[in-house]
């Protein structure tokens, strides 16, 4: 099977069987998803989902969250994975919004990237929801099921995305995000991948080289 047969194959099977795929985050602006990603570093969408309506409730937007003080922020989302940094993250990336954007959540990668906490695959995460860009953000639910289906051999999350990129038409590049993500949250997971339930048996070169050794 060549590799352009592999990615028609699999994105045939997810626009016929996943044809709505969105971020599990829930937020209602830009900057509610900004902060909502930034937290989600390295810990569920479900914790970050308990706490964020708490968090918004007090500062729905960059100006309020500028003038809070680190314990403000810190009493409020204490319970996500490394508060400490995140908490100085949230207090940075709302005082430059609103010293450097005009409290707006800018649209391209590297005004997002000079955010505090804002990385590549974040950075990637906002542009492609709030602005339709026609980037793919490379997680780790990512990287393993693109590595599995053999859609990418890249060693770095940048040289999968530029491989997701290259064979992903643009138009379909914010929604195959959110495919390969919910396959690698749900079913392609890191420990005891749910095979027996994957519709992707067809082109998936993880299952071709287990039966193969069989």
Known sequence: MTKKERYAGIIDWFTCNLPVAETELKY????????????SA???????????PE????????????????EQIFDLIRSVSYPNNKTRHL???????????????????????????????????LASIVYDKPVIAVDTHVFRVSHRLGLSDGKTPLAVEQDLEKHIPAELRPKAHHWLILHGRYTCTARAPKC?????HTWCREHSRIRKQV
Request: with cysteine; hydrophobic share 40%.
């Open 196 to 200: 027996g339930e994957c519709g992707l």
């Open 28 to 39: 209602e602006t830009p900057f509610q998803l900004l902060v909502a990603v930034v937290l």
């Open 55 to 70: 968090l918004f409730r007090h500062y729905p937007n960059a100006e309020r969250m500028a003038e809070a003080g680190f």
């Open 42 to 52: 390295q810990c569920t969408d479900k914790r970050v989902n308990m706490i964020t």
């Open 91 to 125: 207090m940075g990336l709302s005082r430059k919004l609103v010293d450097d954007f005009h409290g707006e959540v800018p649209s391209d990668i590297d005004s997002l990237m000079s955010l505090p906490g804002v990385g590549r695959k974040s950075a990637n995460v």
